[in-house]
């Protein structure tokens, strides 16, 4: 078990390395050919589209890989209802794009919002196939499929950029890596689900489903809502920095998110049963997570001033504060997000619904509140968000995990801690190394963070550096 998921655990952290890098280059690209309105029209198209996509396959993909019980008929009309959905939303995007260009003022957006919404006729064959294969524990599978996606995808939508297919190209993206990631899945798994419509008579997964939707939903409304409130305070320029700066953090951050959930779900859900085992492979994921998540986000705030101007070009200057602020979110939220997965594993998934109502009026509140003080706010809102998680993770009592606050918050906070110490050191090298050549002061700030944190590591948490290198195979040991 320990080999598998070292297998895992490798094969994720290099697709979410190549993801980084394909969609780092394919901003390069991007933010060379098209300008900051051009990210602002189409992230306001793309963010009605994801919304709208949580409806087709999300409220199916965690009952699915959750239900003690599984039988083809749920993935039958599992299928049936994600693809209803999906071809529903085609048909709404028409007179939807049409009242967002009046909204916005922007006549693009009508036919822009038509084609990223036809990426979401693929979406929920994923989402469906993704939580069969969570089941399964066809985790490779899951990482080939979204490796191929995004690194072709981005592919295909970097050359439409050079034929001049202009903003069309970022929409393009989302198309590709849709109908590309799901192709890939489903011949990975070899499993055929001929879909059947039987309205939403789930045989018990409607209750889950319907829990699980309302928290992804509430999620990317919170996206919806941050994109709408920037672009009125700000206008659909600053949107286009803030989409720029999203680029650089959010691909990691969904990386994670999705493999640390999904990884953690399969050996939370096995011990559903038992609440104090479950308790305590939760708290030991949450020492190792954050031991190994925090310092990527952390080191990456440090060295955003250097690495967007290098990969952005000139002319995104603004979007650094706004990439320093989301990176620093993620460092403190993303290993908070396995108290969610093991409360979800124990078949109360209401936690993280409310945990994301929060982060949504945190945000929306800190970014209005801060609109005097220009773009900063929208930085320092995603962090408010990101926070107000983070206590409802520690804060809220669990009684029936037995899991006290202290065993949830104390693994979290030594990670912190050492990722802080990390990236001020590099930041600080950072600004002297300012007069070298852009490409020599990031690889050199890159090792230098690498070092320090290894060096951290293995003083302030050594029993968890000896317990890791015990798992090991002993041939890589």
Not at 154 to 173: K, M, S
């Amino acid at each position: 078990m320990r080999r598998r998921l070292f297998g895992w655990l490798g094969l994720a952290g290099f697709e979410a390395a190549a993801r980084l890098a394909a969609l780092t280059l394919g901003t390069a690209v991007f933010s060379r050919l098209l300008t900051p309105q051009d990210f602002g029209v189409s992230a306001l198209a793309l963010i009605v589209a994801t919304v709208a996509g949580v409806f087709v396959g999300a409220p199916f993909e965690e009952p699915i890989a959750q239900r003690k019980v599984l039988r083809m008929i749920h993935l039958r009309n599992s299928m049936g209802a994600a693809m209803a959905v999906g071809i529903a939303l085609a048909f709404l995007s028409l007179p939807l794009g049409w009242a967002l260009a009046r909204l916005y003022g922007q006549p693009q957006i009508a036919p822009l919002l038509a084609l990223a919404m036809a990426a979401n006729l693929f979406v929920g064959h994923s989402d469906v196939m993704t939580g069969l294969a969570r089941r399964l524990r066809r985790f490779n599978d899951i990482a080939a499929a979204s490796l191929a996606g995004n690194v072709l995808g981005t592919a295909l939508a970097v050359l439409a950029a050079f034929l001049h297919f202009g903003i069309w190209a970022l929409l393009l993206q989302r198309v590709f890596i849709s109908v590309i990631k799901a192709a890939t899945l489903q011949a990975r798994l070899g499993y055929w689900v001929r879909p059947r419509w039987a309205g939403f008579e789930l045989d018990g997964i409607g209750k889950y489903a319907r829990i699980s939707l309302a928290d992804r939903l509430m999620d990317n409304l919170t996206f919806l809502a941050f994109n709408d409130v920037v672009a009125y305070l700000y206008g659909v320029e600053t949107l286009g920095f803030v989409n720029m700066a999203m680029r650089f953090v959010e691909p990691i951050r969904g990386a994670f998110l999705a493999t640390s959930h999904n990884l953690a779900f399969y050996f939370f859900a096995s011990v559903q049963s038992d609440p104090p085992r479950l308790a305590g492979r939760a708290t030991n994921a949450l020492s190792h997570t954050t031991l190994a998540a925090s310092p990527v986000f952390a080191g990456l705030a440090a060295v955003a001033p250097i690495l967007l101007p290098l990969a952005a070009g000139p002319g995104w200057q603004a979007a650094i504060p706004i990439a320093v602020w989301l990176a620093a979110g993620s460092a403190i939220y993303l290993p908070a997000r396995l108290v969610f997965t093991a409360i979800s594993a124990a078949g109360r998934p209401q936690y993280a619904l409310i945990a994301n109502f929060s982060a949504m009026a945190a945000t929306i509140g800190v970014l209005v509140a801060m609109a005097p003080f220009g773009p900063v706010g929208v930085g320092v809102s995603r962090v408010a968000g990101d926070v107000a998680q983070v206590a409802i993770a520690t804060l809220t009592a669990l009684p029936f995990l037995g899991w006290s606050r202290w065993r949830r918050f104390a693994p979290l906070a030594r990670g912190w801690a050492l990722s802080l110490a990390m990236a001020l050191f590099v930041y600080a090298l950072g600004g002297w190394l300012g007069g070298a050549p852009p490409w020599l002061a990031l690889a050199v700030s890159v090792v230098a963070g690498v070092v320090v944190y290894g060096l951290l590591f293995a003083l302030f948490a050594r029993e968890t550096l000896i317990a890791l290198l015990a798992a090991l195979p002993r041939s890589r040991r």
